[in-house]
Every structure is written in C-alpha cells, then in structure tokens.
C-alpha cells in the first residue's frame, strides 16, 4: 500500500535553526486530481441544533469555529493538510493494517483534519477533538473521486507553536505519541511503538481479544496493530525510513528551506511521481514567540521541484483565495449526488492552470513565459 499517500514531518528545537517548530507535508493524490488552497474565517453558530455537512455525512456542530487555512483535494469537505489562527497545523497519511477498514461512509480522515483544525487551539486539542469525533462518527467512505473504491484508516501529525503529536488509528482504536523536541515523520505506516502517551481505553483489550497481543510482552502497537517488524523499521527501504533519514541528516540546521527542500526529494520517493503524484505541498514556520506570526507555505499545484511555495499569514480581514480556488458545482456536484461520481468535472482553479501552461512551455522549450503570469 505504500506508493498511495503522503509524508508528513516536524523539527522542533533544538533540531531547528531558531526557537520554533517547523512542519512540512507533502500530499500524494491520484496524478490528474486538483488540490486547492483555501481561507475559511471564524465563525459562531448561534443555532445549538446545527448540524455541519461533512464530505459524506453530518455531524453536530460547535458553537465557534477557529479561521482555517486549507490545502485540499477540490472535491471533498475535508483538507489533507491546513493550519488555523492559533497557529496549530495537521497533515494525515493513510495507513492500513489488521482491522478491517469500512467502506461504509462516515467521516474520512480529511474530514478529521479541518474538524481539529475548526475546533482546537492546541495541538493536544485537536488530538481530543479527532479522537472524540471518531469514537462518536467513526472513519469511512471513498478517498477518491471515482467509482473505485479506495479508503483507508488514517494517521496524523498535529503541531502547534510548543510541542507536536502523533496519532495513529486502526478503526475507532488509536495510540497517540507526545513528541517535545528533535524531529518525527510519519508515511503510510504505523510508527508509534512502545512510546505511547494517550491511547483509546479499550485498546489494549481489544487487541488481546483478537489474539493479535499475549497481554504479557511489552505492547507495541505499530506491531500489534499491523504486520511490521518494528525492529527493522528504520532500517527497511521505503518513504518512512527515507524521511527519516532526510531530518536526522539536517538536524539541528533545518529551516524552512531545508523542508521544503526534503519536500522536493525524488530519489527518495518523497517527491512522487507516476499514477500517484505529489498534489501539493505545504510548510509552515511555528514560532515559540506568540508575538510574531507563523507562516504557512503551500504550492497549490503538482510537484513540489516545479511549484513555488507561497507564503500565507493569518491577519484581520483576508478575501477569498480566488487564484487557488475552484470552480463550484452546487447541487450538481457528482460527490453530492446518489449514486456518487458519475462525471468527474473540471475542478482546475486559475493558478493550477497557469502551472500547466508552464510546465508545457518548459518541457517543450518554446512560447512565452508573459503569457502564463499569475494575475
């Protein structure tokens, strides 16, 4: 399953250059769908009976919302990466192992990451509201804009200005790891071993029910809940253990440029290419300093080694990303419509277009560069 998602990273002092927390996430989606970037303010809703339309499903809402920042596929609710006012950013991978994922439609882990984005100004809070909201809603439905089902369970890094999290499902059941300095990354995989800081209460039971755990050796759950061998985990070739080894190589001088340029790795696999492409990408500057702001980076378009990343801070009175948002279909949009995803419409916002037009003129090495400037 591993060539399917994405790769998430955090460096925390002191393995950064300056007292802040830097986040980095590339998003590897199907090669022909479109991610866009897009501002949603703070809201209140008055109403106690709201209810709020997920990609699939509806779920209560909060009586206050925080102002997000999304980079997300066009054609769903949720966002595969973000950050919100108060400065707390999520990515999600998707992760499979021994439970048995449901196709049934429920929240998907996009869904979970704006929902921890919307509803928490901490990191450890938005840990509670995903962990809350799944036990309550649970993870399911289609990834995909297609007829082909593709769904998975899903793992997440949650950073705020002080400290990052990682949290790891497998159905409702989850292990959480506190991370306070140095760097952590996360790929399509369980990481979280024996290292665990919250974890769902039945967790542990479960897995002895299912013959998955003896309830006597020390319980790893990457291990149990999955088919790793753990103990070559850092040594085994993939994305995982080559991002790994990309922080560890940059510790204690990484800066945002140093993300972005893992980000930009292909030998790697980081930076992917093929049927699943790197969609978009984002990095984000997290000072300890409450008085000076953090800075969230995305690229909007594919490829990060071909993408410009492009700054975003959070400020009193921001218009609507027009550039990087795409077109709206209404009630007409196949997602909404049962059965779902008949037609897949073009969702290419005006910034993506440009990028293509560039990318022709480069690859062919002829035409204008005047004719594809950005408004």
């Known amino acids: 399953m591993e060539p399917c998602s994405c790769d998430t990273f955090v460096a925390l002092p002191p393995a950064t250059v300056g007292n802040g927390i830097i986040f980095g996430k590339n998003s590897d989606r199907l090669c022909d769908e479109v991610q ?24 209560d809402q909060v009586p206050e919302t925080y102002a997000v920042v999304l980079s997300r596929p066009a054609w769903l609710w949720g966002a595969e990466m973000g950050a919100n006012e108060h400065g707390v950013c ?57 007829t082909m089902v593709f769904s ?65 050796k020390e319980f790893d759950f990457a291990a149990t809940y999955s088919y790793l061998d753990t103990a070559k985990m850092m040594i085994s070739p993939g994305r995982y253990c080559e991002g790994y080894k990309l922080l560890n190589k940059h510790k204690g001088n990484i800066t945002f440029e140093t993300m972005m340029e893992i980000l930009r790795d292909k030998p790697s696999g980081i930076n992917m290419e093929g049927e699943f492409l790197t969609t ?35 400020v009193p009175n921001i ?19 049962k059965p779902r995803f008949q037609f897949k419409p073009d969702r290419r916002h005006p910034l993506y277009q440009k990028h293509q037009q560039a990318l022709e003129i480069i690859d062919k090495k002829e035409g204008n560069f005047h004719n594809v400037r950005s408004p």
């Open 319 to 337: 218009p609507p990303l027009l550039d990087t948002s795409s077109p709206t279909f209404a009630l007409e949009d196949p997602v909404k419509k």
């Open 36 to 59: 866009e970037v897009v501002y949603f303010p703070a809201a209140v809703h008055d109403n106690p009976r709201e209810h709020l339309q997920c990609t699939y499903i509806e779920i």
């Open 90 to 146: 999520i990515g999600n991978e998707a992760v499979w192992g021994r439970e048995e994922v449901c196709d049934e439609e429920a929240l998907l882990g996009m869904d979970l990451v704006r929902l921890g984005l919307e509803r928490a100004d901490t990191a450890e809070k938005a840990l509670n509201v995903i962990v809350d909201l799944l036990e309550k809603y649970g993870q399911g439905g289609n990834c995909s804009e297609s």
């Open 152 to 216: 998975y369970h899903n793992s997440f890094l949650i950073a705020d200005r002080n400290e990052a999290w990682i949290l790891e499902t497998a159905g409702k059941y989850w292990a959480a790891e506190k991370v306070r300095e140095g760097v952590r990354n996360i790929s399509n995989q369980l990481s979280i071993t024996i290292k665990i800081d919250q974890e769902h209460p039945d967790m542990r039971n479960y897995a002895k029910q299912k013959g998955w755990w003896d309830g006597k």
């Open 280 to 314: 978009a990408s984002m990095v984000s500057i997290l000072p300890q300093d409450s008085s000076l702001p953090c800075i969230h980076f995305f690229t909007g378009t594919p490829d990060p080694e071909r993408s410009i990343f492009k700054p975003f801070i959070f």
